[in-house]
């Protein structure tokens, strides 16, 4: 079973340029959220979506933009990025579409730097 | 607003101890409790998760246990192993399903 599938593993982008993380999962999970990790600042939420079709804003949503047009693919995109934006990247998805009442399946990340 | 506290943030243990891990928060209205494990350069692992009414879960040499009243969990390892060193991370999950993650608890299990 594949999980939760990100790519790539890792992306260097020059400030400006935009890019899209992909996220796909294949347990039919309603629920997909994309999350940043910073030392010191732990997992912080950026966008969610309950199903195909439905996206909100999670707790630092600003500079990202998410679509969700199939149950299985949840891509983050980066309009314009900026140094701030530098992070390690991680989708995760759940059966339920509260997310958080079931367990959370994670993707491996995507390390993306913005110089 | 919800704030979750993991201590200590690293803790370094010989092989075969019994350990426990600590997690706490501050408003009780928590729908469940997860505990994750992240090892370098990976994602995380969902380990186990407490439901709001429940009072601990078990699986293997792990076990974790909730306090809503006084909004604290611990995770227990025991005879820990050189294989149990990563970074665990507790999340309490809010009535509108979100997580909020602690910082983390960076183990290291010596042989």
């Known amino acids: 079973n594949a999980g939760v599938t990100q790519t790539p593993k890792f992306q260097v982008l020059k400030t400006g340029q935009s890019m899209t993380l992909q996220c796909a999962q294949d347990m039919n999970h309603e629920y997909m959220s994309w999350y940043r990790q910073d030392p010191g600042m732990g997992l912080r939420l950026i966008h969610y979506?309950?199903?195909?079709?439905?996206?909100d804003q999670g707790e630092v949503p600003n500079g990202y933009n998410v679509s969700r047009s199939t149950t299985e693919d949840f891509p983050l995109r980066l309009l314009s990025a900026a140094p701030s934006q530098t992070s390690v990247y991680f989708c995760?998805?759940?059966?339920?579409?509260?997310?958080?009442?079931?367990?959370?399946?994670f993707g491996s990340g995507t390390q993306l730097s913005v110089l | 607003k919800q704030e979750v506290t993991q201590i200590p943030a690293a803790l370094s243990v010989p092989e075969g101890e019994n350990l426990v891990l600590n997690c706490s928060f501050t408003?009780?209205?928590?729908?469940?409790l997860q505990w994750f494990r992240q090892d370098p350069g990976k994602g995380l692992t969902s380990l186990l998760l407490?439901?709001?009414?429940?009072r601990e879960q078990t699986s293997g040499r792990l076990n974790a246990s909730l306090d809503k009243s006084s909004g604290r969990s611990t995770l227990y390892i025991a005879a820990s192993q050189p294989g149990d060193s990563a970074t665990y991370l507790c999340?309490?999950?809010?009535?509108?399903?979100?997580?909020?993650f602690g910082q983390g608890t960076e183990l290291s299990v010596k042989p």
């Open positions: 408003d009780s209205a928590i729908y469940n």
């Open positions: 407490i439901q709001s009414s429940q």
């Open positions: 999340a309490v999950v809010n009535q509108g399903g979100k997580l909020i």
């Open positions: 995760a998805s759940s059966y339920s579409r509260t997310g958080g009442s079931k367990k959370l399946f």
């Open positions: 979506s309950v199903g195909a079709g439905i996206t």
